[in-house]
Nanobody, 128 residues
């Protein structure tokens, strides 16, 4: 059974940094693009970053571009999200997810239905 487990969330002051990690429990992790989503209270879940299966290509939403960096370590079966210059509007539950299909290095899924396995989420709270 595929399991995704996020860690690294917490409370941080505005301007601070956090690093989220997502560990995946399958050997074939390296075949799939991975995504990070977030959902703030009363809002829909939104994509914030994706990384291709080989780590060669990434996508960032405009809300986080330039502040967040997504990376993956296939040897450790993890995908990370480095979050810098955090703002109160970044407060949300953050989720990692695994792509539903195997694609090329240019395949960067950005919608929820394109992902089939999800972590349980980790809370990030940014105080002003």
């Amino acid at each position: 059974q595929v399991q995704l487990v996020e860690s690294g969330g917490g409370l941080v002051q505005a301007g601070g940094s956090l690093r989220l990690s997502c560990t995946i429990s399958v050997r074939t992790f390296g075949h799939y693009a991975m995504g990070w989503f977030r959902q703030a209270p009363g809002k829909e879940r939104e994509i914030i970053a994706t990384i291709s299966w080989d780590g060669g290509n990434t996508y960032y939403s405009t809300s986080v571009k330039g502040r967040f960096t997504v990376s993956r370590d296939s040897a450790e079966n993890t995908v990370n999200l480095q979050m810098n210059s955090l703002e109160p509007k970044d407060t949300a539950v953050y989720y990692c997810a695994s792509d539903r299909t195997v694609g090329s290095s240019l395949h960067l899924p950005t919608t929820s239905p394109e992902y089939d396995y999800w972590g349980q989420g980790t809370q990030v709270t940014v105080s002003s």
